[in-house]
């Protein structure tokens, strides 16, 4: 299982950024696929998640900023990013589970500063 995340940089608050995700090596429609994100000196949280059948849920901080979605042709699952504040600031890992192991990908920097 191979995850490939990409789409991250740098932009001033109020900023929009789409991440990307593509998957091989699974059976990408029947996953769920999640992106967490990691701040220097914080934990690890999760900020979206959707599901096979395309429930979708998101981190309380989202708060309406944040669209996840997935496209099973291409295999990939996006994470609109707008409205961007210097507290988004992280790396972005997309994430998925497949026969009870957890797999990840290698992270995509954002960093939102003036």
């Known amino acids: 299982v191979q995850l490939q995340a990409s789409g991250g940089g740098s932009v001033q608050p109020g900023g929009s950024l789409r991440l990307s995700c593509k998957g091989s090596g699974i059976v990408f429609r029947l996953a769920t696929m999640r992106w967490h994100r990691q701040a220097p000196g914080k934990q690890r949280e999760l900020v979206a998640v959707?599901?096979?059948?395309?429930?979708?849920n998101y981190g309380d901080f989202v708060k309406g900023r944040f669209t996840i979605s997935r496209d099973n042709v291409k295999n990939t699952i996006y994470l609109q990013m707008n409205s961007l504040k210097p507290e988004d600031t992280a790396s972005y890992f997309c994430n998925t589970d497949c026969r009870g192991r957890d797999y990840w990908g290698q992270g995509t920097q954002v960093t939102v500063s003036s």
């Open positions: 959707v599901t096979a059948g395309g429930d979708k």
